[in-house]
């Protein structure tokens, strides 16, 4: 009989804190559509982690819905991956607990991006946001991940799932995988088109900075030929040239083709046929994931027949893991 072999068990999770942008979507959400057959996977909206800065709660509940409709649009398939909204499977807030009494004070202390958000958010600086890798942990822990696609910004959180894990696993036994980062084969590193030393984000003050997946396919093509660049004329990736470096990252990344090939393909042209260029490419990858969050935002019963079944299945992949853990760390069953 021939041996089945288990797939490994990738998940990741995205904020439900706005609009996503074209980095979010070549970054990340484009990336995790592509991996559903080869591995098993987990998608979730962290809503529980986006309230550690303060959210409008009627605007939370919406921007939930369209980050959860989001991930449909851009092809992750509820019936292939376990897809679903991380407050509705309490078992993320029960190991949570269990792990921050196995994470040091010290080793959250050193965390940047705590650092950063207490440095921009002064007013605010709640235990939640301390905690915050912890939950993130408990997010990866729970399902015996092994792998994560994490950006830059997330890589120090699971340096310190993994300790927490090993921590974990060095008094108990072998409890948890250790999870390892998942580095895509493709994927973009998208900068924003008005100050390209920075990542694309949505809350750049200046709205010419990024590209919405919701963006019409004029404003897009706007929104590149205003990008910033460089007073000479060659299209080539070359160290100093950010802007056309991220122009040129971007039309790679859509079209597939390598970096060289892009620049023999604008030989001689200027950079506003390659900005036209480039806003037409972007407009076109987009287009279908515009119309169907259109269509799937629009038909709320469809939604939440999907996020219900993935909750429901997301608890029973976990649930092991909390009651192997409840055990282990001496908690009488029920
Ligand atoms: N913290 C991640 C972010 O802001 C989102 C996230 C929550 C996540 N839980 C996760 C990512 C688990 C990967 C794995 O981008």
């Keep these: 009989m021939p041996v089945t072999e288990k797939k490994k068990v990738i998940l990741s999770g995205i904020q439900p804190t706005g609009v996503f942008t074209l980095g979010n979507y070549l970054g990340a959400v484009k990336n995790w559509a592509g991996l559903q057959d080869e591995f098993q996977c987990a998608y979730m909206i962290a809503d529980l982690h986006a309230i550690t800065v303060r959210q409008e709660p009627a605007e939370l509940r919406k921007r939930t ?11 992750i398939d509820p019936q292939k991956s376990l897809t679903f909204i991380q ?4 078992l993320h807030a029960k190991l949570s607990w269990v792990l921050s009494c196995f994470t040091q004070f010290g080793e959250m202390s050193r965390m940047t991006q705590f650092k950063d958000k207490s440095q921009k958010h002064p007013d605010n600086v709640n235990v939640g946001l301390f905690t915050y890798p912890v939950l993130m942990a408990a997010d990866i822990l ?3 991940a092994d792998f994560v696609p994490v950006g830059a910004d997330q890589k120090q959180h699971l340096e310190v799932t993994r300790d927490i894990a090993a921590r974990f696993n060095g008094i108990y036994g072998d409890v948890f995988t250790i999870p390892e980062p998942y580095i895509p084969k493709a994927g973009a590193r998208v900068m924003s088109l008005q100050d390209p030393t920075k990542k694309m984000s949505k809350s750049d003050t200046n709205p010419n900075g990024y590209i919405t997946i919701l963006d019409t396919k004029e404003q897009i093509i706007n929104k590149c030929k205003r990008a910033v660049t460089d007073s000479d004329r060659e299209v080539v990736y070359r160290e100093g040239k950010d802007g056309i470096n991220n ?6 990344s859509i079209t597939g083709k390598t970096i060289p090939e892009c620049e023999r393909e604008f030989e001689g042209k200027g950079y506003g046929e390659f900005k036209t260029a480039v806003g037409e490419t972007v407009a076109d990858e987009l287009r279908p994931i515009r119309e169907n969050f259109a269509r799937l935002r629009a038909d709320t019963a469809y939604l939440k027949e999907c996020y219900t079944a993935g909750a429901q299945m997301a608890y029973r992949a976990g649930r092991r893991t909390v009651e192997k853990v409840y055990k282990k760390v001496g908690f009488l069953l029920p």
Aim: hydrophobic fraction near 60%.
């Design 65 to 75: 819905l369209d980050a959860f409709a989001l991930l449909l649009a851009a092809g």
């Design 142 to 144: 729970l399902y015996q």
């Design 87 to 90: 407050s509705h499977v309490d």
């Design 247 to 252: 122009l040129l990252n971007i039309y790679s």
